[in-house]
């Protein structure tokens, strides 16, 4: 949920964060002339203490980097939150099947079957022989990826809203400083109609 205490406590968090102290500043669709991707030289020029990452970019950008650097979760919102939370990257896998394939139960078992087999074989491979072993510079960046592994989540609002303006809600309002209230409220419509644009789907989706 959106309109929450809990929610405008973070967004104005991240505004004063960005808007009002010297040292921070977002790269948004090349804003103030940078792109997205000029956030790895500044960080690998020892320009920027903390720089938000996906973990691609510990073998992609960063693998060359000279100066040593660590791996930490993002910051929990308070002392309340019990644990350090990562939200997944938007685009996430998702099978397709074209409707002209209508034995389901076969489809069903031979995505489970791929899925399980990627869970055995692929993902120790990544996160254990890549990621902790050959990426990782030191014991504590390891343990940092398993509070980061730990705390995955996927947000269903990414998934299923991203032209329904919940994604990019804190991000265009903090860049734009726009007030909490203001941001919601011109967006509150676009929400609601989204969510029954989901639950629709949803309902139906046992009823081909």
């Not at 973070?10 to 956030?39: M, T």
């Not at 990257?89 to 076969?106: A, E, Q, R």
């Not at 269903?156 to 209230?181: C, D, H, W």
Request: hydrophobic share 35%; with cysteine; aromatic share 12%.
């Amino acid at each position: 949920m959106l309109n929450t205490e809990r929610a405008l406590t973070i967004y104005e968090k991240v505004n004063r964060l960005i808007n009002e102290k010297d040292g921070a500043f977002l790269i948004y669709h090349g804003q103030n002339g940078l792109s997205y991707d000029d956030k790895y030289p500044i960080f690998k020029n020892d320009s920027a203490l903390i720089m938000p990452v996906r973990l691609s970019a510990l073998y992609n950008q960063l693998r060359d980097m000279e100066s040593d650097f660590g791996i930490i979760p993002y910051p929990k919102g308070d002392e309340a939150q019990k644990d350090y939370l990562t939200c997944s990257l938007d685009n996430y896998s998702v099978l397709c099947i074209p409707n002209v394939f209508t034995d389901y139960g076969m489809i069903g078992a031979l995505a489970e079957a791929l899925s399980c087999e990627s869970k055995i074989s692929v993902m120790p491979a990544f996160y254990e022989s890549a990621l902790q072993d050959k990426y990782s510079r030191d014991e504590r960046s390891v343990k940092m990826l398993d509070i980061i592994m730990d705390g995955r989540t996927y947000d269903l609002s990414v998934l299923f809203t991203y032209a329904e303006g919940i994604k990019n809600f804190m991000t265009q309002g903090v860049r734009n400083q726009t007030p909490f209230a203001s941001n919601y409220q011109s967006r509150e419509r676009m929400i609601a109609k989204g969510a029954d644009k989901i639950y629709k789907m949803l309902s139906e989706l046992g009823n081909p």
